[in-house]
Structures are given as C-alpha cells and as structure tokens.
C-alpha cells in the first residue's frame, strides 16, 4: 500500500467522517449536546412538547412530595402508642348521641382501657 497516495488519503477521512457520525449518533440517542463541525456544541431546541412534559415532570414531582409529607403524618397517627383507632371507634360507637349543637363528642377511652 502506497502510504502517500491519495487512497490512504481518502481512507483516512473517510473513517474521521464515519467515527464523527458514529459519535453524534450515540450523543443524540442518549440525550446529550452535538458537536458542530467545528468541533463546538449545539444545543436541542426546546420543544413545546418538551417544555409541557417537563411543566407535567415538575407538577408531579410537587404532588409527589405533598403525598409524602401526608404519608409521614400518617405513619405518625397510626405508629404513636397513645393513639388507637379501634379504641376511638368503640368509644364512639358507645357514646349517647347529642342532641344539641355541641358538635363534639368526648372520648372515653381511658375508662375503657381499665375495664
């Protein structure tokens, strides 16, 4: 093979063309900035589908976090030992009903504890 001619030439950039399309074709399947031909990057253009599944991502993300915040204060009310809720139950099941516009019905579980 004739190392000056312009075969090896030729050969030679053709495999720099076919490494650089190779290399953008992994960048863009995985998400990450292309190389220009002179080597700088360019950035995708935001879509607005894009931009609506990252405004859905975010949405999601803060209800996510809300339901976690919920789920701990219920992990609180059902772990605490003071606090039964077939007790509470009982003891409204077994309270007189009022009458009158007191709303609020005491909880005597402390004296059905002891029986």
Known sequence: MDWGGPGFVIAIIAISTVGWVINNWIRAKHGYELE???GGKSKKADTAETKRLRAENSELNEKLDM????M????KIVTDRGYT???EIEAL???PSKT????G???NIKSQEKA
């Not at 339901?67 to 919920?70: E, G, L, T, V």
């Not at 701990?72 to 992990?75: H, K, M, T």
């Open 36 to 38: 220009d031909e002179w």
């Open 67 to 70: 339901m976690q915040d919920r």
């Open 72 to 75: 701990i204060v219920l992990e």
């Open 85 to 87: 809720l077939s007790d």
């Open 93 to 95: 099941r077994d309270a």
């Open 100 to 103: 009158t516009s007191d709303s």
């Open 105 to 107: 019905v005491p909880l």
